[in-house]
C-alpha cells in the first residue's frame, strides 16, 4: 500500500509515462492530458490503497482512452481535409518516453497516423505490448481479455500495420533526416523547383491539416511535380513572411514556423533517402500544446530568426 503522503509524489513519478501512453492510444495531446487528469482524480481517491501503483494507473489511462476513442474516431469523419495528430515535442521530459529508436518509432507522426485503421482494442494492445513492452499477461489484465486474445490483437494489429507501406519507409534515424530537411527546405524557399523535385521521390505525397480553420490543403497534394510547385508556392520568395527553427517534432527532425512571433506551422518529412511524405500542420488548436512545449523549452525561450 502507498501512503497518503507519497500519493502524490507516486502520481508525479509516473506521470511523463501515462501522458505519453495516452498521447500514443489517442494522437491528441490535449486529450492525453484531460486522461492523465481524470486518472489524477480517480488516483487522489484511491492511492493509498493501491498494491501497484504502476500497473493501477497504467489500467486506467489505457481504459479512459478505449472510452475516448469511439468517439473520437466520430469526430475524425467529420474533420475538414487530412487528420493528423498533434505534433510534440518529444525532447521535452513530460512528453513521454522517446529516448530509444524503439519509443521515436512509436510517437512518429507517420505511425500515429496509420494507428488510427486499427479497432480501439488492436491500438492498445500495439502501444502497451510495442511502446512500452508490457507482456501479453500484463495486457490482458488491463484490458480484461485472455492472453491468446490479446496475442490476437497484437497479431491483427501488426498485420494492419504492415499492410501500410508509408510506415516500413520512414527512417528511424533522425541524424538521416536531418541534412535532407535542410535542403528540402532550402530548396523551397529559393523556387528551385529542379533541385526539390531532385529530393522527392516519385510518388511523394503532401498532407496539410488545417483542420478548416487557416488555409491548407484539403486534399493529398501527389506527385513530385505537383508536389513540388506547391510547396514552392506556399514557401517560395516572396511567399512565405515567417521564420522558422528546426526541432525534434515526435522523436525526428522538423520545422517550426512562426509568424508574428506565433507559432503558424509544422513541417515534417518521411522518406530513405529521398521525400516520400510531407506533412504541414497548421490547425491553430493542435499547434497549441506545442507551443507551449516551445514556450518552456530553454533552447527556445526566445523566439528562432
Request: proline share 6%; with cysteine.
Amino acid at each position: 500500500m502507498v501512503p497518503v503522503s507519497q500519493a502524490t509524489a507516486v502520481f508525479t513519478e509516473q506521470r511523463p509515462r501515462l501522458f505519453g501512453l495516452a498521447y500514443r492510444m489517442l494522437g491528441s495531446a490535449h486529450d492525453a492530458e484531460d486522461v492523465v487528469q481524470d486518472a489524477w482524480l480517480r488516483w487522489a481517491g484511491h492511492g493509498d490503497t493501491v498494491d501497484n501503483p504502476a500497473a493501477w494507473l497504467t489500467t486506467v489511462v489505457t481504459r479512459l482512452c478505449l472510452n475516448r476513442l469511439d468517439s473520437a474516431r466520430a469526430r475524425r469523419e467529420t474533420y475538414v481535409g487530412p487528420w493528423l495528430p498533434e505534433p510534440i515535442l518529444t525532447t521535452d521530459p513530460a512528453a513521454g518516453p522517446a529516448a530509444t529508436v524503439e519509443e521515436r518509432e512509436s510517437v512518429s507522426l507517420a505511425l500515429l497516423t496509420t494507428l488510427e485503421r486499427l479497432t480501439p482494442p488492436e491500438r492498445a494492445v500495439y502501444v502497451l505490448r510495442e511502446a512500452f513492452g508490457h507482456s501479453h499477461a500484463e495486457v490482458a489484465a488491463v484490458l480484461d481479455v485472455t492472453e491468446a486474445g490479446s496475442r490476437q490483437l497484437h497479431t491483427r494489429a501488426r498485420r494492419h500495420l504492415a499492410a501500410v507501406p508509408t510506415v516500413s519507409t520512414v527512417s528511424t534515424a533522425p541524424a538521416d533526416v536531418g541534412p535532407l530537411l535542410a535542403r528540402f527546405v532550402a530548396a523551397a524557399r529559393e523556387g528551385d523547383l529542379a533541385g526539390l523535385e531532385d529530393l522527392l521521390a516519385a510518388d511523394v505525397t503532401v498532407w496539410s491539416d488545417g483542420g478548416g480553420k487557416v488555409s491548407a490543403a484539403r486534399r493529398p497534394v501527389r506527385g513530385r511535380d505537383a508536389v513540388a510547385r506547391f510547396l514552392v508556392g506556399i514557401l517560395g520568395p516572396g511567399r512565405w513572411r515567417g521564420t522558422g527553427a528546426a526541432v525534434e517534432i515526435n522523436g525526428a527532425p522538423a520545422v517550426v514556423a512562426f509568424v508574428d512571433g506565433e507559432l503558424a506551422g509544422v513541417l515534417t518529412i518521411e522518406g530513405d533517402g529521398a521525400v516520400q511524405t510531407v506533412r504541414i500542420l497548421r490547425n491553430p488548436e493542435k499547434l497549441a500544446f506545442l507551443a507551449g512545449q516551445l514556450s518552456r523549452s530553454a533552447g527556445l525561450s526566445g523566439r528562432p530568426s
